[in-house]
C-alpha cells in the first residue's frame, strides 16, 4: 500500500523525444508536487497543484506540462527532450498547502542520450 | 530570498552521536523537515517540527530549533552504519501558501564501524 508512486522508475530516451511520468497518491492529500533532483542532489520545487489547480510553477520550460485529471494524480509530460533534463524527478503530496507531513514518491531517474 | 543552508558533509564513528546543522533565512518558515535519502533511493521523511516548537525528540532523533538564530538541528544518538545517508534540511514558509519546500544541499553523513 504504497502511499505515493511514480511509474516508471527509470527511463532512458534521446534527445528531441517526449515522455511522460506518472505519480498517483492514496493519502487523500488535497496538494500534490513534483521537484527535480539534479546531479548533485540539489532538489528544486517545479510544480504544485491543490485540488488539481496550478499553484506554482517555478519557471519551469513550457516543454515541462504537468496534468492532473484528479486530486489523486499528478503526471508530467515532458516535450523535446534535452540533456540538461536528466535528473531524478520526485512527486510528492501534503493533505494541503500550509505545511505539514509532505510525502514523496521514489522518484524516476531520467537519462536524455 | 528563501535559503537553506547545510554543511555537507560529516563522518562519525557507530555508536557516537551526530549532530547535523542547518540554518534558513525565512523567518516566516512555518515547518522545518528532516528528509533521509539513502543511495539510489527516495525521500524518506524522518521528522519535522511546527515553528512554535523548541524541540522533537522521536526514538534516536532529536530535532532543535532555534528561532531566533534561524538554526535547526538534527541529533541522531547511537549512530549506526544504516543511518549512512544524506539527511536534507528543509523548510516552508506559510506566508506564500504554496506548500513548497525549499531544501538545503545536503550533508552526507559517513558513520564509521
Known amino acids: 500500500d504504497t502511499a505515493v508512486s511514480q511509474t516508471p522508475k527509470y527511463l532512458v530516451t534521446q534527445m528531441g523525444n517526449d515522455k511522460s511520468i506518472k505519480c498517483e497518491q492514496n493519502?487523500?492529500?488535497?496538494?500534490m508536487y513534483w521537484y527535480k533532483q539534479d546531479s548533485k542532489k540539489f532538489l528544486k520545487i517545479m510544480f504544485s497543484y491543490n485540488n488539481k489547480e496550478l499553484i506554482i510553477n517555478e519557471t519551469v520550460p513550457n516543454r515541462f506540462s504537468p496534468k492532473s485529471p484528479d486530486k489523486a494524480h499528478l503526471n508530467l509530460h515532458i516535450n523535446s527532450l534535452e540533456l540538461g533534463d536528466s535528473a531524478v524527478y520526485f512527486c510528492?503530496?501534503?493533505?494541503?498547502?500550509?505545511?505539514?507531513?509532505?510525502?514523496f514518491g521514489p522518484g524516476t531517474r531520467l537519462t536524455v542520450l | 530570498g528563501e535559503d537553506v543552508e547545510q554543511s555537507l558533509f560529516l563522518s562519525v564513528r557507530e555508536g557516537d552521536s551526530s549532530v547535523i546543522n542547518c540554518t534558513y533565512t525565512?523567518?516566516?518558515?512555518?515547518?522545518l523537515y528532516w528528509y533521509k535519502q539513502e543511495p539510489g533511493a527516495g525521500l524518506q521523511l524522518l521528522t519535522y517540527i511546527f515553528s512554535n516548537m523548541d524541540m522533537k525528540q522521536d526514538q534516536r532523533l532529536t530535532v532543535l530549533l532555534n528561532k531566533k538564530d534561524k538554526h535547526l538541528s538534527l541529533r541522531i544518538a547511537d549512530t549506526q552504519t544504516g543511518d549512512s545517508a544524506i539527511y536534507f534540511c528543509a523548510s516552508v514558509t506559510g506566508s506564500s501558501n504554496t506548500g513548497k519546500l525549499i531544501f538545503g544541499q545536503g550533508t552526507t553523513l559517513q558513520v564509521k564501524p
Open positions: 510528492a503530496s501534503s493533505q494541503d498547502l500550509t505545511g505539514g507531513e509532505q510525502f
Open positions: 493519502l487523500g492529500h488535497d496538494t
Open positions: 525565512d523567518s516566516s518558515s512555518t515547518y
